[in-house]
């Protein structure tokens, strides 16, 4: 058994990669003791030789904190490309349990406990801003109206019943990352996050959404880009041909 291990894709998070470290890791901690097995909890930072420095303060963490790794990758591949890295470097060590979540706090690392929790009767937890409980703490009405209709648009187009498509803050069983057939999956993004719990529905996993409420980054810029928004949308109608 080999635990508990939080992926954590990094550009240019100089500023917040060592306090997302500082807050995950503890959390990290208790939520291994919870879930058993005693393999301990990882950390693991993805990043793409940002060019900001976030590689050797990820660096310094890694040899100031037990638990915390770091996976350097020559360029900027998009969060997809980092994310399939990060699942084969865990599954490689033999992780049980597998995490995703931004390292910009928008997602509270504060629940990675109650995600583990969830686990333990489903094959993927979402961190959904969309069931009752949930939401997002300080967008504007049209940055909250396009995440909604996103979701809505690429759950009536795929037909599942799961709310928050989107979102990127989630928890596989190393067994469920072993069946979607991760080396066919090429989207970035917003599309990478549908694609991968599509994958998991048809392949009649069970999905749980537990509710967060996801904030606007803390410090650095976005990443994402009109590109990454529209190659989710143009592959949604893709996805339910291709993994029909
Ligand atoms: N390694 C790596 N990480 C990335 C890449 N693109 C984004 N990330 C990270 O993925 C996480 C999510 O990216 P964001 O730019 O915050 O995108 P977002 O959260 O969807 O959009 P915002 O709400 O605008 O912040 C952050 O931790 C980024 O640093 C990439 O190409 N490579
Ligand atoms: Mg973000």
Redesign the pocket.
Known sequence: MSGVWLV??????AENVEPIVEAALPRLRAAAAHAGGGGGHHLLI???SSPDGTGRIADELAARHAGVEVLH?GA????GA?YLAGFGHALGAGADLILEM???F?HDPADLPRLVAAAGDADLVLGSRYVAGGGVADWGRLRRLLSRGGSAYARSVLRVPVRDLTG?FKCFHATTLRRLGLEDVRTD?YGFQIELTYRAIRAGMRVAEVPIVFSE?RAGS???TARIALEAAWKVPQLRFRLR
Do not use: H
Request: glycine share 12%.
């Open positions: 954590l894709p990094t550009y240019n998070e993805v990043d793409d990758r900027k591949e998009g969060l980092a931004d390292a910009d928008s990127g993004g980054r976005s990443k994402m």
